[in-house]
């Protein structure tokens, strides 16, 4: 049993592992705490919102003494902090938010764990304070180099990578400091039910099925390791219960794949389902299938990113040996489920999709000249 608060559950990966804590059945009360910023849909938490042993709390987590009184009046005894300013896009064209969330909040939140856990022991029986990370912190890769491991230098290249090396470095720093127990997972890629449509996947699935241009950054030749959102919560699971405190673990799905290659692919898997399904075609009329063409019809080549990371991959070997972690979904399962999500729940990404997020698209995604 363990009172968790996770910071940013109203997020796309947090939303996916309050579900997914919360179905497993286990006893002990689940906190949200999160500010509901662009990116944060409080309808992706809809399915778990009766659920007796869930409560949301809307707060920043920068905000002074906000987590230490959650943390001494809920009993908490786990934090999985996945609030973040995420989009390496919006780092490049606003730092200023990355710091603050990223870095600023992340030692607000230390700072509450050390005092109530540490100084106050204000809570009985083992406490946990695991941070979810990314492996852009460690930079980029050549074609042939090796996958990054646990130990590979960090070399954060972007705005959003450099705030998120500097929260891992501060989270390690409590651990050896303060003998904080802290536990790390740097992950790949991840895609899924809940993503945010300005990601590459979702937003490529939206825009076939509303007939608008599918942007790709540069020559599309980026690759990324894609890991299925859930099993990022599974792997989490599997490092809050067995995970040797002060350890870090990277998470990957050996599934690496260039951006074009996933455009293309999930081009098929929609003309596919709507070629199957008629009142699919219907309901998406503007969607290049509905009228006989393919939806590829819509690739459009931008201007690249500013210093956009050419490769990442993760080497999860410690995951798997050390702790028994594999992902349970494939690519080929993964993504036919993620495509399928997103043609059964337009309602969500409707709403999500406001005035100001579409202002910034047509800001950051300009046509290649
Ligand atoms: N998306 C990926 O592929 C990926 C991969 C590896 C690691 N990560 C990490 O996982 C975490 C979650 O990523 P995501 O893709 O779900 O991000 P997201 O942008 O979808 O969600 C972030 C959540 O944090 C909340 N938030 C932002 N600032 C906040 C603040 N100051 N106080 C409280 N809440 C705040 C937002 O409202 C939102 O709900 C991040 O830490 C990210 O670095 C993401």
């Known amino acids: 049993m363990r009172n968790l608060l996770v910071t940013g559950g109203a997020g796309f990966i947090g939303a996916n592992f309050v579900q997914y804590w919360l179905q497993r059945g286990v006893e002990g009360q689940l ?38 009184s959650l943390l001494r009046e809920r009993r908490i005894d786990t934090i999985v902090h996945f609030a973040a300013e995420s989009h390496v896009d919006r780092s490049i064209s606003g730092p ?24 106050e022991q204000a809570v009985e029986g083992p406490v946990r304070f695991h941070h979810v990370s990314t492996d852009e912190v460690y930079g980029t ?3 042939d180099d090796p996958a990054f491991h646990e130990a590979t230098p960090y070399a954060p290249n972007s705005p959003y990578a450099a705030s998120k090396a500097a929260s891992d470095h501060l989270v ?8 904080l127990p802290i536990t790390t997972t740097n992950c790949s890629n991840n895609y899924g039910p809940f993503h945010f449509p300005e990601k590459l996947i979702p937003l490529v699935i939206v825009n076939i099925l509303d007939g608008k241009p599918l942007p790709v950054y540069g020559d599309g030749r980026q690759v ?18 067995r995970g040797r405190v002060g350890e870090v673990y ?29 009142s699919l075609a219907a309901r998406f009329s503007a969607s ?12 459009t080549y931008v201007t690249d990113r500013k210093g956009h990371d050419r490769r990442y991959a993760i080497d999860a070997t410690k995951i798997e040996s050390e702790l028994g972690f594999i992902p349970e979904e494939t690519f080929e399962t993964g993504i036919r489920k993620t495509v399928d999500w997103f043609l059964s729940n337009e309602a969500w990404w409707r709403a999500v999709m406001d005035g100001s997020y579409l202002r910034w698209l047509e800001t950051n995604y300009a046509p290649s000249v």
Do not use: M
Request: net charge negative.
């Open 31 to 68: 906190t949200v705490l999160d500010a509901l910023t662009y990116a944060g849909n409080r309808s992706s938490l809809a399915s778990v919102e009766s659920d007796s042993r869930f409560s949301f709390v809307h707060g920043d987590i920068c905000t002074p003494g906000l987590a230490e």
């Open 96 to 119: 200023d938010a990355f710091v603050t969330t990223n870095v600023i909040g992340t030692h607000e939140l230390l700072k509450a764990a050390r005092t109530v856990w540490l100084q």
């Open 141 to 143: 890769l050549a074609p």
């Open 172 to 179: 390690r720093a409590y651990h050896h400091t303060f003998g």
């Open 224 to 241: 990324r390791d894609w890991l299925f959102v859930r099993d990022h919560a599974r792997a989490i699971e599997v490092v809050l219960e």
């Open 250 to 278: 990277n998470v990957g799905g050996r599934n690496e794949w260039a951006n074009i290659d996933i455009v293309k692919l999930v081009c098929a898997l929609v003309d596919e389902r709507l070629a199957a399904d008629a």
């Open 288 to 299: 290049p299938a509905s009228r006989g063409a393919a939806a590829e019809s819509l690739i």
